[in-house]
């Protein structure tokens, strides 16, 4: 994105759960304009004390606040400092709030509905989707919990939440690529394919080459298995239901307990 001229972000507001510092440790040269880590590292010196850091191994701010201020909110409002400090350049953004649905009760994500709804708002009402594709997704669904040991909750982790918002006159503009695009809301679609929608975009109008996976979102992908999708067979969501004698089941059971 930098080669093409774009003003890049880039920010997850956990310190050692990222999807660049689980297990490694971020980058030396950041290879974005605006690299917000820094930030929780320093705001985890200041709000953990050492044995929290070493021991335990605390990777988030108790309270989930910095002073006053939630954290998931120092977050949103950091993204949209970026964005109005480039009015006039081409932007892109990847930033991932991680701290409000890791550590509490799965209700607590309902917290940040409010906040969430005014900042997409404010993106809408200062006209920046005019001219923006805006992305809202998850890595995963909720995949721990009493919920996991479910069939809903076996599709959380394999199935997670992705939404796309085009500028309005892109259906008008593109009309093939707007048709795929909705075809491709049908099939089964990974983050590869993301990735190789970004691609496109910088190689339009020709498709992008040499991707070893993934298809442009705006190509007509079609029907494909978790295989051909690049997808390991453990996330793969597709199930094969096979019926069993519930009888048969249940003598198994209750002799096995009587013995």
């Known amino acids: 994105m930098q080669a093409h001229g774009y003003a890049t972000y880039y920010n997850e507001d956990e310190v050692f759960n990222g999807a660049i510092t689980t297990r490694l440790k971020g980058f030396c040269k950041p290879p974005m304009d605006h690299y917000i880590l820094p930030l929780w590292y320093a705001a985890l010196e200041r709000y953990a004390t050492t044995y929290e850091r070493m021991v335990s191994g605390v990777s988030y701010i108790k309270g989930h606040c910095l002073g006053s201020e939630a954290i998931y909110n120092v977050s949103l409002n950091s993204f949209k400092s970026f964005v109005q400090a480039y009015p006039k350049k081409l932007k892109f953004g990847f930033h991932m709030n991680s701290d409000f649905c890791h550590h509490e009760d799965f209700n607590f994500i309902s917290l940040v509905e409010d906040d969430l709804l005014s900042f997409l708002k404010y ?18 669904g909720l995949r721990y919990g009493f919920v996991r040991s479910t069939v809903l909750g076996r599709m959380e982790e394999r199935l ?38 970004f691609q496109h975009m910088l190689s339009y109008p020709q498709k992008p080459q040499g991707l070893p996976h993934g298809q442009s979102l705006f190509t007509d992908i079609g029907w494909r298995t978790c295989k051909q999708a690049g997808i390991p067979f453990h996330f793969c969501p597709c199930v094969d239901w096979k019926e069993v004698q519930v009888s048969f089941y249940y003598y198994l059971t209750t002799t096995r307990g009587n013995h």
Do not use: R
């Open 123 to 140: 993106f809408n009402n200062e006209g920046i989707l005019n001219n923006t594709i805006l992305i809202l997704f998850g890595d995963h």
């Open 160 to 197: 997670p939440f992705l939404s796309m918002t085009l500028p309005p006159w892109f259906e008008k503009t593109y009309p093939e690529l707007y048709q795929n695009f909705k075809k491709n809301t049908e099939v089964l679609t990974t983050p590869f394919d993301l990735h190789a929608t």
